[in-house]
């Protein structure tokens, strides 16, 4: 819960990176909670700054109800964000187009949701998603055009053309994931926002997804926004990494650099707690105390005393780590952040771990 | 976590070529095809395989939890030597709590949601050990204890509960009984990662102490090859692959094996491209195991089968 006034009326915005698609600005949500006359709010997000640059897949990466999937939707403009600024090629849309999205922004930027069965009626066709789409943005004129169109994007999504011709109903998860690719891109975006797009499929055919959304930056230049909570899929496919906590950014920079090199105790918490065959057993209950205390109430900043910006225990201070081409971050460790949101989502469910008579 | 078994004893379970069959209307599916495994004293057997190969009807064949139109058509399932398929009603509910016991995904649903926790414990000693409210209560705390949750916990309400602290206490129900073998079918699958790495290391450490066996049910390789001793991997109802996990992971031998390993990229190392398996892909007529290598069985894959795919 907080009361605290939208951060952005506080503080000058940086500007839009030169090469971001999206660029977001003091971006935040709060939720209403308790009844019709509550004043109170739950603050989904605050105060988010994130670019998605061009030719770039930039994975979101954090827990359940850390606010990675409110970013996306607040992009989709499926939900009205509280305050700030998304800025699409330098536009800002929330003031372009206040109400709601336009043809034209929906063109540029869609969407693909985790769950393939919800997002095409089992009733339809695969070629009847497809041409939809297209007809509705202008991408075909005629039969001939629309039928090369359709072909090509079932080729770009390896799936066969015999199967346009099928009902989604008739497709494996992977199948019609697959076909909700095809239908984002049979509008020809420039972005597209991916919501959790395997963790509903069959595990053997994963990896084949990941693969098609590498393709896809590299053969086609599309910008991706890649929402997960599996930082192994994040690192595969992902140029950059933003790691989020409890509604706002912690760290983030070159995914392979982030992983190798997590900065923030957080980060380093959820990278320990990936199953690893090849570190087997290397779970410590002392040093995860240690790790939670040093999110939620850290004395001191490794950085303290660099000469960017000073550090500070109110203000989310982003300190610049390693070579520059990483364009790795990390939130100032002093900074702490809403304590009744952060604990809620770091809970300890267990004795004190540290207390040797628990171990 | 590894420190493998002793194998001079009998194995606690022994399924021989155990078939179940769903019979529907029009036709008959079967789900678990001709399949075989042990899990010896304090053994941590793993089984992997995907939505739907199988792998949880197995388990609830092991229970004897089949429904119609599910049924057992063939094979025999041994527990401590007995046939289980033989055990009348009554040793069927001995067998069910207090020597098998069973963890499922959702512990919301294993929880009575209008029912403290504490009086959920409780039940199980009233019920099954017939002991007195107030010995149960003692016994109740000190299982609490043992999953580390404050034994205050006792009067809240499942839903006042974080997820985590639910599926404790579903384990801790689980062995309040001591049960030589514990089922566990995908436990910390909707869990966050950080909660699920301390349930896991948990696990392991009841299993240490108090020595029961796990047959182990996930989709997840990594975190399988973790917790098990030895696992298999199950595909449409047939074993592929059954090998130590250690042995499994290291030298995986047959294709669909090495999908599902693949299917969770290395968080370290170079970053080179992995193959799954191909849309669409499909074995049949899975032949029986052979054994390759001490202890590491695969099932022959033909020759000029096309597996790989989605291009890197």
Known sequence: MSTAAPATSTRTDPPAA???VISLR?????FPVGGLFSRTVV????????????????????????????IARCIARLEKPTAGQILVDGVDVLRSEPRRASRAYRRKV???????????????????????AARLHGRATGAEQMRELVEELMATVDLPAEMLESRAFELSGGQRQRVS???????????????????????????GVLNLMRRLRDERGISMLFITHDLASARYVADRTTVMFAGELVESGASMALMARPAHPYTQLLLSAV???????????????????????????????????????????????????????????????????ASRALAVDTVDPTDPAAR | MSTHPSRDDAPVLEVTDLSVEYHGEHRTVRAVDRVSFTIGRGEIFGLAGESGCGKSTAANAVMRLLREPAAITGGTIRFQGRDVLA???????????????????????????VMTVGDQIVDIFTTHERLRKSVARERAAELLELVRIDPGRLRSYPHQLSGGMRQRVVIAMAVALRPQLLIMDEPTTALDVVVQQEIMAQIAELQRSLGFSVLFITHDMSLMIELSH????????????????????????????????????PLSGPNTPLVGLREGVRFTDIPDLREEAPGHWVAPVPVGTVIDGGRA
């Open chain 2, 87 to 113: 055990l009348d009603a009554e040793e069927l509910r001995t067998l069910r709590w207090r020597e098998v016991a069973m963890v499922f995904q959702s512990a919301m649903s294993s929880l009575n949601p």
């Open chain 2, 230 to 265: 030895r696992m298999a991997v199950m595909y449409a109802g047939r074993f592929v692959e059954t090998a130590p996990a250690r042995d499994l992971f290291a030298h995986p031998r047959h294709p669909y094996t090495r999908a599902l390993i693949n299917a969770f990229p």
């Open chain 1, 43 to 70: 603050r989904a997000l605050r105060s988010v700054d994130l670019d998605v640059e061009r030719r770039e897949i930039m994975a979101l990466v954090g827990e359940s109800g850390s606010g990675k999937s409110t």
């Open chain 1, 275 to 341: 199953p690893d065959p090849s570190r087997a057993g290397s779970y410590d209950p002392a040093e995860r105390a240690r790790l939670r205390a040093a999110v939620l109430e850290a004395d001191s900043c490794p950085f303290d005393g660099d000469p960017g910006p000073t550090c500070s225990r109110t203000e989310p201070v982003r300190h610049d780590v390693g070579p520059a081409a990483d364009r790795h971050w990390v939130r100032c460790h002093l900074y702490r952040p809403a304590a009744d949101v």
């Open chain 1, 26 to 30: 003091g971006l935040s949500v709060d």
């Open chain 1, 110 to 132: 869609q969407m693909i949701f985790q769950d393939p069965f919800g997002s095409l009626n089992p009733a339809h066709r695969v070629h009847q998603f497809l041409e939809r």
């Open chain 1, 18 to 20: 030169p090469d971001a």
């Open chain 1, 181 to 207: 690719i095809a239908r984002a891109l049979a509008v020809g975006p420039e972005v597209i926002l991916a919501d959790e797009p395997t963790s509903m499929l069959d595990v053997s055919v994963r990896i």
